[in-house]
T-cell receptor, first 118, second 111 residues
């Protein structure tokens, strides 16, 4: 069965420090991978998605970047964190179906990383 | 731009009650709708996935319906239990290759 792992579970970082959050998927190949952020009192916002190694699409301009060095690994990074980067970061995977562009078989989410920038 | 609304924002019911959570979306051109559960400080757990060609899906005490033409979905929870207390999120998937989430319904089931 497919599983998705995120780490660390919690992180407290000072403003201006770098960030690296990792997400890995097991039990599947060539998934679509996503990074979402959930800020306090807000809904879930898509940050990045990837359809393959080295292919990254950014949804919103921000202080973050993403990379996919391996098929089942998705990394969220920042060179210098801002206070506004605090939030709950969730990784997810899905597979597209043949029904049309964007059609899929549902999304599976990881357990999340709580990031607090101080 | 797709917008997803969930009503009510919060709900408190006594144990044993049946309840309905509502989700509406503005663009009916969706592939599917997914209901998730989120416990405080935790990730999202998928409850039910309804493809656009389907009208409803059932899992245990949960039943989700989809009326794509009117842009509505409901999640019905039968015989609620304290363990059902969580935030429930609906999300739609369209041609934009991403999920658009509602803001959620926070449910509390009391003893």
């Amino acid at each position: 069965s497919q599983t998705i792992h995120q780490w660390p579970a919690t992180l407290v970082q000072p403003v201006g420090s770098p960030l690296s959050l990792e997400c890995t998927v097991e039990g599947t190949s060539n998934p679509n991978l996503y990074w979402y952020r959930q800020a306090a009192g807000r809904g879930l916002q898509l940050l990045f998605y990837s359809v393959g190694i080295g292919q990254i699409s950014s949804e919103v301009p921000q202080n973050l970047s993403a990379s996919r060095p391996q098929d089942r690994q998705f990394i969220l990074s920042s060179k210098k964190l801002l206070l506004s980067d605090s939030g709950f970061y969730l990784c997810a995977w899905s597979f597209w179906s043949s029904a049309g562009p964007g059609a899929n078989y549902g999304y599976t989410f990881g357990s999340g990383t709580r990031l607090t920038v101080v | 731009k797709q917008e997803v609304t969930q009503i009510p924002a919060a709900l408190s019911v006594p144990e044993g009650e049946n309840l309905v959570l509502n989700c509406s979306f503005t663009d009916s051109a969706i592939y599917n709708l997914q209901w998730f559960r989120q416990d405080p400080g935790k990730g999202l757990t998928s409850l039910l996935l309804i493809q656009s060609s389907q009208r409803e899906q059932t899992s245990g005490r949960l039943n989700a319906s989809l009326d794509k033409s009117s842009g509505r979905s409901t999640l019905y929870i039968a015989a609620s239990q304290p363990g059902d207390s969580a935030t429930y999120l609906c999300a739609v998937s369209g041609t934009a290759s991403k999920l658009t989430f509602g803001t959620g319904t926070r449910l509390q089931v009391t003893l």
